[in-house]
């Protein structure tokens, strides 16, 4: 993978794992925390769960896999990316409006952003 390509892909893979990584078996979430957390190399990993670098590489691929189903399946990351847009869209509107009415506004803006944490 090269630059932006391999960034982008770590930064969806990486959001998919904070979704549905507790649906994942203990050794997919050790490998791709390690790949794509703490960015080990496919041979770091293979030495230090001593296996080759072909199989941290296909357990890799599997749980990515495993990742994107879940995602087409329940689409928690493409309504979360929805909502957040919605939120930003609605906060730079409430800047727009006069004062008086932007606290209240401002407020239920905060207390919708809070129900997603």
């Not at 930064?11 to 790949?35: H, M, P, S």
């Not at 769960?49 to 495993?66: D, G, N, P, T, W």
């Amino acid at each position: 993978m090269q630059g932006e390509n391999a960034l982008s892909k770590t930064n969806r893979i990486n959001v998919l794992f904070d979704f549905y990584g507790a649906l994942l078996t203990e050794k997919q979430q050790t490998f791709l925390k390690c790949y794509y957390h703490d960015d080990y190399s496919l041979g770091e990993i293979a030495i230090d769960f001593e296996i080759s670098r072909q199989a941290v590489y296909e357990h890799l691929k599997r749980s990515e896999q495993a990742l994107e189903e879940y995602e087409t399946k329940l689409g928690l990351a493409r309504r979360h990316a929805r909502l957040q847009a919605g939120l930003d869209k609605l906060e730079r509107q409430i800047g727009e409006l006069p004062e008086p009415w932007r606290g209240e506004l401002r407020r239920t803006a905060e207390l919708l952003r809070g129900a997603e944490s």
